[in-house]
């Protein structure tokens, strides 16, 4: 394998994993603050690149950004109604509006299961055409992306510091404390999810017009690796200041973005891919657990070694 393959799957790994890392973020703020596991994660990501689609396709590449946000937003909304008063699980919810979603992507999409935009204008070829195809040009998806990202982490620390967002981070420790305290939970759950949705159907919208095509299936899986890339960044940063864990968070999608192109190389049928997914997500969710029991084997070790050698 030459160094120039080696250079543009790395790069090609770094540009989905900031894309994903959107997603994961999102996931961070519902999961990890609110404490709200949410699981309409693969159809929101989806809705956000079907309207992002139709609105870039209909000649508003800019607009396309905000749309798919507002999508997501209207997810997580029904999400977190169908919580706070409708009195469903919080589990069965995401579930139900994962599936309900499926249905209103399709709509979204006139109908079709795939929109092809190999002619339209993106927000990655606006960037590309402003520095007229230079270096920089070149590199657009991953600079747009990189630029996103670090505005959306800027933006998720300074909310979560302020009072809102601190009463979103209380309701996620301790639901009966914020009662107490005078602070609507239904509001902190449902702005916290609105947020969180926001940034997935952003992610959406940036894969779709990165890779210039939608299909009702593009959000599959997404959730799985979401988990697997939060898990890893908190492995790799651990605890900390709120931005210290959102660039983990980050890095975490980048690394698993990494390490599933490498399993990629070793010729694997597509298939398998679901199940690389998966072992990994097995690897980063028991890699803590079994580093801290590395240190009792040992001792188990040696003990049942020693015992042996006295008999």
């Not at 949410?38 to 800019?62: E, M, Q, R």
């Not at 919208?205 to 593009?218: E, P, R, T, W, Y």
Request: hydrophobic content about 50%; proline content about 2%; some cysteine.
């Amino acid at each position: 394998m030459s160094l120039a393959i080696v250079f543009n799957l790395g790069e090609t790994a770094l540009q989905l994993g900031l894309i994903c890392s959107l997603t994961v973020l999102a996931l961070f703020l519902s999961y990890s603050m609110l404490n709200v596991c949410d699981l309409s994660t693969d159809g929101c990501f989806t809705f956000g690149a079907c309207v992002g689609a139709v609105v870039a396709i209909s000649g508003h590449p800019l607009l396309s950004i905000p749309a798919a946000m507002l999508a997501g937003v209207i997810s997580g909304f029904v999400t977190a109604f169908l919580q706070t008063r409708m009195g469903v699980d919080s589990l069965l919810a995401g579930i139900i509006v994962n599936t309900a979603l499926y249905s209103v992507n399709i709509a979204v999409m006139g109908g079709s299961s795939l929109l092809n935009m190999n002619k339209t204008e993106t927000v990655f070829t606006m960037f590309k055409s402003a520095f007229n195809n230079s270096t920089v040009g070149s590199r657009n998806i991953l600079i747009v992306t990189a630029i996103i990202v670090a505005v959306i982490i800027a933006f998720l620390t300074m909310f979560l510091r302020t009072r809102l967002g601190l009463a979103i981070r209380a309701t996620g420790n301790n639901q009966d404390m914020v009662k107490s305290s005078s602070i609507d939970p239904v509001f902190t759950t449902t702005v916290g999810l609105c947020v969180a949705n926001a940034f997935t159907g952003l992610s959406g919208c940036l894969l779709g017009q990165a890779q210039k095509s939608v299909s009702i299936d593009i959000g599959s899986g997404m959730l799985t690796v979401a988990l697997a890339s939060l898990l890893i960044g908190n492995t790799f940063m651990g605890k900390g200041s709120i931005l210290k864990r959102a660039v983990g968070v980050v890095l975490g999608s980048v690394i698993f973005r990494i390490v599933y192109t490498i399993a990629l190389r070793f010729n694997m049928p597509a298939f398998m891919l679901k199940f690389v997914s998966s072992v990994i997500v097995v690897i980063a969710i028991s890699g803590p657990y079994l580093k801290s029991q590395y240190p009792m084997l040992l001792r188990r070790l040696k003990a049942k070694k020693g015992g042996s050698e006295n008999a």
